[in-house]
């Protein structure tokens, strides 16, 4: 049986550093940014597209109608959450899509490791039956990812639903 291997890539350690590095650039240059409980996301109003489209319009139909504007209304504040929506959205799609390849990369291999790593299982549980000195105690540890099972039923399951 050969393992099908979608990603073969190695990153070294010097690239790893330049992107640790400018995630703390962005980290410096938005020392704003806040987060929000379950509980405050889901009590505040959301906009997509359409609504961000309504939101700038708004904007500008107030600043054409002041007479229009409530006077509880701060027009500094609304402008200022305005273009502060349309400059952090500029940021936002694009580290969106490379989150969403990161996922995707980051899934796939490890996929492929967990794959390759319940072959070598399902053959050291083979080795320890054939009595290859050392195996028993390999299985054993291993075996603590599949608990509540037999070995056998758990390494048969594990690779049946990884494929």
Excluded at 140 to 157: E, I
Aim: charged share 20%; hydrophobic share 45%; net charge negative.
């Amino acid at each position: 049986m050969s393992l099908e291997n979608k990603i073969s890539i190695s990153v070294d350690q010097t690239s790893f550093d330049k992107i640790s590095a400018a995630i703390n650039v962005i980290t410096a240059e938005m020392p704003y940014l806040l987060n929000l409980t379950v509980d405050d996301r889901k009590s505040l109003l959301k906009m997509g597209d359409k609504t961000v489209s309504f939101v700038n319009k708004s904007l500008e139909y107030a600043k054409q109608n002041p007479q229009a504007v409530p006077a509880f209304l701060d027009l500094t504040e609304y402008e200022k959450d305005v273009l502060l929506v349309n400059a952090l959205i500029k940021v936002l799609y694009p580290l969106q899509q490379l989150l969403e390849k990161l996922d995707d990369t980051t899934m796939i291999a490890g996929s492929e490791a967990f794959a390759a790593a319940l072959v070598f299982y399902n053959s050291a549980k083979a080795a320890a039956k054939a009595g290859v000195p050392g195996m028993k105690t390999v299985v054993d540890d291993l075996s603590a990812r599949f608990p509540g099972r037999n070995s056998t039923s758990a390494a048969t399951t594990a690779t049946s639903s990884a494929n």
